[in-house]
């Protein structure tokens, strides 16, 4: 990736977060990372646990970020959230979640 790329993701995960505190959400981690998977953004609302993954997509031409979403890519988060649940001792409830961020638009999608 390159550091154009790169500083166009960490944008979008800046937009993403905002949008989040802005719903009510507490952000309790961005970019969490271990040698075996990372998490965009960690979040709580009414006492659930969301995992997000944010997708940017600068043209929705090729489908929106939420296209990208794919079985395999559901396995990895799903495995993150697992071992960020047993880090953290959480022992509530929690979801995965993902943002999709354009151009002109936030998609918060969190039935997965």
């Known amino acids: 990736m390159s550091s154009t790329s790169s500083s166009t993701g960490h944008q979008a995960?800046?937009?993403?977060?905002?949008?989040?505190?802005?719903?009510?959400?507490?952000?309790?981690?961005?970019?969490?990372k271990t040698r075996y998977c990372e998490i965009d953004i960690v979040c709580s609302k009414n006492?659930?646990?969301?995992?997000?993954?944010?997708?940017?997509?600068s043209n929705?031409?090729?489908?929106?970020?939420l296209d990208y979403i794919t079985p395999r890519k559901l396995r990895q988060m799903h495995f993150a959230a697992e071992l960020w649940v047993s880090n953290?001792?959480?022992?509530?409830?929690?979801?995965?979640?993902?943002?999709?961020?354009?151009?002109?638009?936030?998609?918060?999608?969190?039935?997965l």
């Open 13 to 32: 995960e800046r937009r993403a977060a905002a949008y989040l505190a802005h719903q009510g959400f507490k952000l309790l981690d961005q970019n969490w």
């Open 47 to 57: 006492n659930r646990m969301y995992f997000v993954e944010v997708k940017y997509r």
């Open 60 to 65: 929705t031409k090729q489908g929106s970020g």
């Open 88 to 111: 953290h001792d959480w022992s509530g409830d929690y979801q995965l979640a993902v943002i999709s961020v354009d151009a002109d638009h936030i998609t918060f999608v969190d039935e």
